[in-house]
Structure formats: C-alpha cells, structure tokens
C-alpha cells in the first residue's frame, strides 16, 4: 500500500505550535517551572509511552519579562500522530506504515532557497554580549554534567571541499558565557568534517546551531540522511517547499531564516581548547556519557527572533516514558534495516520493527520463509552493516503469521518455536558496538582506547525450523496447527455471536 502524504510547510515553529493547538496535540504550562531539575522532571513524566502531549513552558524561573528569552518548547515528536502530521499523513496513521514510508523519505530533495534576511536576525548578539546564561537553558536532569543547551538543534557543518552542508543533531553543554563543549564522534558526518578541515591543516571549523524551526529539520538532523546529501534538501522533500536560509552573520554557514535561535561559532580540534562535558541521560535511559574533555564551540555570535522560543527535549527513554529521540529512532532505525536487507538480497522480509522503548537496540524481523537459513542471514546482513555501529544488537526473527507490534506475539514464537539446541540462538562475539551500552564492562565502551565500544551480538531464530523433517501426520507440515479454529467454523459460531449474548464482547 502507498501512503498519500500532503506535505505541510508549518513556516516555522510558531507556525508547527499553531498546528498543534488545533489538533489538541499542545500542552501549555503557565505556572512557574524551575530550570533547574524541575522542567526536566516535568518533561519526563509528561512524555509517557508515546502518549503525551508537547509541552510549551510559558514561564521559566529567573526569566521574566525583561529575559532575553523565556519559553522553551519540548517533546513534540515523542508520538508518532505527531510524526504524522509532520509528514502530512492522517494522525493515526500505523507506526509500520510510517515505517515504510521511512524508507524512501531521506531520499527526497527540493534545493534551499538563499534569502537576504528574515526574522531570525531581529536581535544579533556579537563578541562580548554573547551570553549563553540569558537563555533558560535547563539543568534537564540532576544527574547531568551541567545545562545542556544543544539537545534537539540543527548543528550545521560544511565539508571544505565541496562546501555542502550537513545537519546533525549533536548534545552541547553550556560551559560558560560563549563556550559549548559537545559530543562529536569522528564516525559521525560532524566528524567526517572535522577530520576533513583538519587535513587542510585548520585547527577549528564554522559552526551552527538552528534551535527551533520546522520540525522535520529536527527529524531529518536526527536522521541517517547519506553523507553529501544536504539535510536542507531533505527538509524540503518532506515539507514540499524549499527552506529559506538566511547567512550566519560571523561565518559562511546557512541556517533557516526563521529560526527561533542561531547560535554561531568556531569548533577547536585543539586538545589545549577542550573542555569537560557530560555526564548526560543518554538514549539508553542510564546517565552513560562520561564526563571527560571535548572539542568546544567558540559562540561568536548569536541571533534570534523577538520573544524566542528555546527549543529542546528530555533524552533517555526508560519504560512508561519515550523520548523524541527514540520513538522517532523506532520508525527510521527499522526503516534503515529494512533497506539494508533489501540491498544485500535477504528475500521475503514482509516487515521490520524497532519497539520506541529501545529504539532497535532489539530489531525485529519478520519473514516470510521460502528456503532454510533466512534468519541466519538476516542477521548476517543486518551486522555487516555500518548502520549496526549502535543499533540492532539483538536480532529476533519470526515468520510472516507473527505481528511484530505485538509483544505477546513476538514473546509466544520465542517461547514455541525457538531451540537453542538446534542453533536457534546465535552468539556473534567480540563485534562494534555502542559505546554508551551500560551492560558493556566500562574497559570494552571506551572509545578513547578502541574507537567504539564492544558488542557481542545475539540473533534468536523464532521462526519455523526448515531445517525440521515434514510430517507426514500433519500433511508434511514441519508444525503442528495452532488452536486458531479454522474459519469455517469461526464464521459458523459468529453468525450465533448474538444469540449467545455475546454481541459486543470479543
Ligand atoms: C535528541 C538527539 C540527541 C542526539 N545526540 C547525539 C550526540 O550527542 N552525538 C551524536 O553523535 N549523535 C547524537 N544523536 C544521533 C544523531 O543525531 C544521528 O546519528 C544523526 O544521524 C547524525 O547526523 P549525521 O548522520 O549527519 O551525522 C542524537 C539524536 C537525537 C534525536
């Protein structure tokens, strides 16, 4: 099936809040919040398991009416009818049809337009003004390493060669007035870069952060958009007109003109410039981000519209409560694997899931069997994979009768149709891995030493075993049937469903 998206340009994130409104998907608190642990507190009970509402906090502790800023807005993509109607799709569209819709959305591309200017420059804050404390950046957790401003920005780089931009969504702590130090890994297109400039032999590269646009700008900077495909290009396939840019004002990056905040500046690759970050709630819902020293940002610049909005989100999804970050995970970490399998030839795959709660940490596949060994090579592909680096470490396939939505479904073919005995349960040692994984010992996650953590993975065949002699009591079946009466006899007993009483009970 083909899903019909009517792409929707909200204009900008006041714009995407007024959708919201009208749908009844926004939550506004007017009562006083606290910066400091409180917000975030609020944010991570609010979410839920996909069932919470955005949240816009309207008045922030120690920023009143004279702030610089006094609003910031979260969780907004923590729930896929609102990944729905960012793709202009019914909101309740099925998470498996997002899923497939997924697969083909990072391929799109409508250029960006370059404008003269736009609401983003009605303040600009240079040099000495710059003030990352004029902004209600949370202490999001208590736990972490200090108030981290970049949790759900656009962190603009561009390669040195061929100038195109990448737009990544990276963590950055506020380490002082005009200082960010950041999570960036070398693997990550950040990275790419980074490495690049430094080859050419400069010691920093232009940075910068669009904080509160669109929201498939966040959708596609959290995203494996392909390296040298432009995420402006992508941004503007799903909202199906271009992005106006606007330029940086103290170096030659782009950034959407109607941002809410622009944050600009220099990032150091000189080891003497780096600061300490983290700890920080990391996606796998345990404080895992050491704190140790980091490349920084040098803020030269910031600009942003009158009255911002302070864009952000809680990280770390445990159960009860999903992050952005994951259930957005869920939809393209599966739709990812789906099309690794597909390039690599692995036949009959009918569906892929990424349950939002571990976001593909644990990857389902469902298959449709037509020979012996599928499972095997599902898993073969899915680790051969780079997209494996911190995902899929557990892989769990099952046969084409099975819904992967439904847990009971995927827990009852573990439990009748999985023998360790008969390699149904594969241990692949010593693999990549994600180096935030707390259930790796601490000398096997340290990247500094190894360049990425160690994983051993593990793939449980739930399917029917081919590998079994057919039967001929059971008409050559490899399995016996399954209690499910036949249909016949179903619709026979539904046509007396009323006449038992039984009318609208199941
Ligand atoms: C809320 C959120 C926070 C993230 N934090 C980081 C981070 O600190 N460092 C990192 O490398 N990736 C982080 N990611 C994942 C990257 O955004 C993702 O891997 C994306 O593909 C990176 O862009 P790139 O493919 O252009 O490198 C985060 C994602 C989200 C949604």
């Known amino acids: 099936m083909t899903l019909e998206r009517k792409p929707v340009a909200f204009g900008d994130l006041r714009g995407w809040l007024g959708a919201l409104d009208k749908a009844g998907e926004l939550h506004r608190i007017d009562a006083e919040v606290d910066w400091n642990i409180e917000l975030g507190t609020v944010a991570r009970l609010a979410q839920g398991p996909g069932t919470g509402p955005a949240l816009l906090f309207d008045k922030i502790r120690?920023?009143?009416?004279?702030?610089?800023?006094?609003?910031?807005?979260?969780?907004?993509?923590?729930?896929?009818?609102?990944?729905?109607?960012?793709?202009?799709?019914?909101?309740?569209?099925?998470?498996?049809?997002?899923?497939q819709l997924g697969r083909t959305i990072l391929t799109g591309a409508i250029p960006p337009k370059i404008v003269g200017t736009g609401p983003?420059?009605?303040?600009?804050?240079?040099?000495?003004?710059?003030?990352?404390?004029?902004?209600?950046?949370?202490?999001?957790?208590?736990?972490?390493?200090g108030r981290y401003v970049l949790t759900y920005g656009g962190v603009v780089t561009k390669d040195p060669a061929t100038n195109v931009m990448n737009v990544g969504v990276y963590r950055?702590?506020?380490?002082?007035?005009?200082?960010?130090?950041?999570?960036?890994?070398?693997?990550?297109?950040?990275?790419?870069?980074?490495?690049?400039?430094?080859?050419l032999g400069h010691n920093e590269m232009p940075i910068a952060v669009a904080i509160g646009w669109e929201p498939s700008l966040d959708f596609?900077?959290?995203?494996?958009?392909?390296?040298?495909?432009?995420?402006?290009?992508?941004?503007?396939?799903?909202?199906?007109?271009?992005?106006?840019?606007?330029k940086c004002e103290t170096n030659d990056l782009y950034v959407p003109a109607g941002a809410e905040i622009v944050i600009e500046g220099f990032l150091s690759f000189d080891p003497a410039t780096f600061l300490p970050e983290g700890p920080y709630a990391e996606f796998t819902g345990y404080v895992a981000g050491d704190r140790s020293p980091k490349p920084a940002i040098r803020v030269t610049c910031i600009t942003h519209r009158?009255?911002?909005?302070?864009?952000?989100?809680?990280?770390?999804?445990?159960p009860g409560s999903y992050s952005e970050n994951s259930v957005t995970s869920s939809i393209m970490r599966a739709a990812?694997?789906?099309?690794?399998?597909?390039?690599?030839?692995?036949p009959g795959v009918t569906d892929v899931w990424c349950p939002p709660v571990q976001a593909g940490v644990n990857t389902i596949v469902q298959v449709k069997q037509s020979y012996r060994g599928v499972a095997k090579q599902v898993a073969n592909a899915l680790w051969g994979s780079?997209?494996?680096?911190?995902?899929?470490?557990?892989?769990?396939?099952?046969?084409?009768?099975?819904?992967?939505?439904?847990?009971?479904?995927?827990?009852?073919?573990?439990?009748?149709?999985?023998?360790?005995?008969?390699?149904?349960?594969?241990?692949?040692?010593?693999?990549?891995?994600?180096?935030?994984?707390?259930?790796?010992?601490?000398?096997?996650?340290?990247?500094?030493?190894?360049?990425?953590?160690?994983?051993h993975r593990v793939l449980i065949d739930a399917t029917i075993n081919l590998d079994y002699d057919?039967?001929?009591?059971?008409?050559?079946?490899?399995?016996?049937?399954?209690?499910?009466?036949?249909?016949?006899?179903?619709?026979?007993?539904?046509?007396?469903?009323?006449e038992l009483g039984l009318d609208g009970k199941k």
């Open 306 to 318: 009158n009255n911002p909005i302070l864009r952000g989100t809680i990280e770390g999804t445990m």
């Open 386 to 455: 780079s997209a494996a680096h911190v995902r899929y470490k557990h892989v769990t396939v099952v046969d084409d009768d099975i819904d992967i939505h439904d847990y009971a479904a995927v827990d009852w073919a573990i439990a009748f149709r999985v023998n360790a005995g008969e390699d149904d349960v594969v241990i692949m040692p010593s693999t990549f891995g994600a180096g935030l994984d707390p259930s790796v010992r601490k000398r096997d996650r340290n990247v500094a030493q190894f360049g990425t953590g160690k994983w």
């Open 336 to 346: 990812t694997a789906w099309n690794v399998l597909d390039r690599a030839g692995v």
């Open 172 to 199: 950055g702590m506020v380490a002082g007035k005009n200082l960010i130090p950041m999570l960036m890994w070398r693997a990550q297109h950040i990275g790419h870069h980074a490495t690049a400039w430094q080859q």
């Open 470 to 498: 057919p039967d001929p009591d059971l008409g050559g079946a490899r399995f016996p049937p399954t209690v499910r009466p036949e249909q016949r006899d179903i619709d026979a007993v539904k046509a007396r469903w009323k």
């Open 120 to 145: 983003v420059k009605e303040t600009i804050v240079k040099g000495d003004d710059v003030d990352l404390n004029d902004f209600p950046v949370p202490q999001w957790n208590r736990a972490d390493g």
């Open 220 to 246: 596609v900077g959290g995203a494996p958009v392909p390296k040298g495909l432009c995420e402006y290009d992508v941004v503007g396939a799903i909202r199906g007109a271009p992005v106006e840019l606007v």
């Open 62 to 99: 120690d920023y009143g009416e004279n702030a610089r800023c006094r609003q910031v807005f979260a969780g907004a993509l923590s729930s896929y009818r609102r990944i729905a109607m960012m793709l202009g799709l019914p909101p309740d569209t099925h998470p498996r049809e997002l899923v």
